[in-house]
Nanobody, 124 residues
């Protein structure tokens, strides 16, 4: 089993920045591809960004390319999502997700482990 804990959400004005963090914990060592999804009220959960278990390959949704950057922390199992140029359309609950394996996937069903979510609210 893998536990994911997110932090870093909050309220920010349009044009501002936030950094989200996610830390994975498990009883045994695992190679985890990790990512972020988000869900706005009344909408489906959608892919935001992911980073491969090995190396630094990433993938981002078109809606956030050039504004959001996913990266790994120094500790294994820690990732960040640096969000810049935020706008009200980015308002959502952001979920950290993880899957065992080396390949990035962009669909919800490919991720077995999920965090509780952290709220990001962007005011206009």
């Amino acid at each position: 089993q893998v536990q994911l804990v997110e932090s870093g959400g909050g309220l920010v004005q349009a044009g501002g920045s936030l950094r989200l963090s996610c830390t994975a914990s498990s009883r045994r060592d695992r190679d985890l591809t990790m990512g972020w999804f988000r869900q706005a009220p009344g909408k489906a959960r959608e892919f935001v960004a992911a980073i491969a278990a090995i190396g630094s390959r990433t993938d981002e949704a078109d809606s956030v390319k050039g504004r959001f950057t996913i990266s790994k922390g120094a500790a294994k199992g820690t990732i960040f999502l640096q969000m810049t140029g935020l706008n009200p359309a980015d308002t959502a609950t952001y979920y950290c997700a993880a899957r065992e394996g080396f390949f990035i996937k962009t669909t919800l069903g490919e991720y077995k482990y999920w965090g509780q979510g952290t709220q990001v609210t962007v005011s206009s």
